[in-house]
């Protein structure tokens, strides 16, 4: 919200959303994915923020207290009776509208534009962050770039700022298999190499890797559900409230 995208005429051409629809895109190859709780620490409590103290409230307003309001809070909390409910349903919702279903978006333009897409859901988090936040925390926003840079890396480099445990050896492993990844893509535009397991390209059956400590394992149809909500019955439901306007102003 506070930096809106500038289409330039340049740079972007088009608004983004156009672009995407079009396929006016680089067909290189592309990987993107998300954290399985994107809003749960760090963004949920920045937006959190925002809401109160920035004007975001009236966007927040509009979404919660306006008609759609119910749809959304019944689809992510229930009945709102329940506070961890509530709770989760928020941090969830959060995660799925800033990251989750953009990264969909994006990976599904790019895939029918014909390039290469690698899509992945990201499980673990540091040992040292589960110390520093809630534990209902599972996996936050930027939890993957430490092991995808070289976790003792960055521990060696924050420990006299923020971390006073050494790096557990199992996490050592898994940003080797994190860092072997990312590195076969730059070298090659494919994560697969050696010793790997396989991780599928997204196409029309959109699958993906799941990352964990204890295995990487493929998946499908990531977060479906909440991208159908999000992308087609919400805006469903905001077309035919407008149109109500529309018709109750004439």
């Known amino acids: 919200m506070r930096y809106p995208i500038h289409v330039d005429g340049h740079f972007l051409t088009e608004p983004v959303p156009e672009l995407l629809q079009k396929h006016k895109l680089l067909t290189v190859p592309f990987i993107i994915g998300v954290n399985n709780h994107e809003g749960g620490f760090v963004v949920g409590d920045v937006s959190y923020k925002c809401l109160i103290t920035e004007g975001g409230f009236l966007l927040f307003c509009y979404f919660i207290i306006a008609a759609i309001g119910d749809l959304i809070v019944t689809t992510y909390v229930g009945s709102g009776e329940n506070r961890i409910r509530n709770r989760d349903g928020y941090t969830e919702f959060i995660g799925d509208f800033l990251f989750s279903t953009p990264a969909v978006k994006v990976v599904n333009a790019h895939r029918d534009a014909g390039a290469d897409v690698f899509l992945y ?130």
């Open 121 to 250: 859901e990201y499980h673990h988090a540091p040992k040292f962050q589960k110390k520093r936040r809630p534990s209902f925390v599972k996996c936050d926003h930027l939890d993957e770039v430490f092991m995808v840079q070289g976790y003792s890396c960055v521990i060696f480099q924050m420990a006299s700022l923020l971390i006073s445990d050494a790096c557990p050896e199992e996490e050592e492993e898994f940003s080797k298999i994190m860092m072997n990844y990312w590195g076969n893509f730059a070298r090659t535009g494919s994560p697969n190499g050696d010793g790997l397991v396989n991780w599928p390209k997204y196409g029309e059956e959109e699958k993906y890797l799941s990352l964990d400590l204890k295995e990487q394992v493929s998946g499908h149809s990531l977060k479906k559900d909440r991208f159908v909500f999000l992308t087609q019955t919400l805006p469903e439901k905001i077309k035919k409230l407008e149109e109500k306007v529309e018709h109750s102003e004439l």
